[in-house]
């Protein structure tokens, strides 16, 4: 197989790796405010037990998750700027193979549609951030001011994260999938062999 769809679907599939490490990171550390991303109440639920013993109040379980996501911010932003140095990689392979006479044209489309994806996706993480920086009922040091409000600011920044990390899993999916199925089904021509001189 060409080694320019080989190494584009190398770019890929190391973008989705990304991708998951990236998941795992906005999931599990703040797994229950993630989850209220599917309650549609405006009060997200209550924190996760705590072990036998353990006393957690309501202001550091509201402190500890402004600072995973905060986390999770800063890692989300990695992953679109690893996404858009992809994109700008893909595009110049792409045009190699567009250089030699090949069809590409269904991996062009299924870049676009990743690009398309990635905005939509920087737009949310954009959501996220300012809904962070505006920290509504924490100060500037992360600790809580007005708890009603700082609930709120999780669960809304929680969603914003969780729905920007899908759109743009989704994408890498989907991008890796067009690739891997167009290395299987094309095959540049042969070369051409050279007719054997006259007389030989």
């Known amino acids: 197989m060409n080694r320019i769809f080989k190494t584009l679907q190398k770019l890929v599939l190391a973008g989705v790796a990304a991708s998951m490490i990236s998941g795992l990171i906005l999931v599990f550390p703040s797994a229950p405010v993630f989850a209220a991303a599917g309650n549609q109440s405006s009060n997200p639920p209550a924190a996760q037990t705590t072990p036998p013993g353990q006393k957690v109040s309501q202001k550091e379980r ?54 398309d994806a990635l905005t939509s996706a920087a737009k949310m993480h954009a959501g996220a951030s300012q809904i962070l920086s505006a920290h509504g009922g924490f100060n500037a040091n992360g ?45 540049p021509g042969p070369k051409a062999t050279p007719a054997p001189a006259s007389g030989v």
């Open 62 to 115: 509201l402190q500890k998750r402004f600072k995973q996501e905060q986390k999770a911010l800063a890692a989300q932003g990695k992953q679109i700027d690893r996404a858009t140095v992809l994109v700008n990689r893909a595009q110049k392979l792409i045009g190699r193979a567009l250089a030699k006479g090949w069809p590409v044209e269904v991996l062009q489309t299924a870049l676009e549609d990743f690009k």
């Open 143 to 187: 600790m809580v001011t007005n708890a009603g409000q700082a609930r709120q600011t999780v669960f809304s920044a929680a969603e914003s994260l969780l729905e920007s990390h899908q759109v743009l899993s989704n994408a890498f999916t989907d991008l890796l999938k067009e690739v891997t199925s167009f290395r299987k089904s094309f095959r």
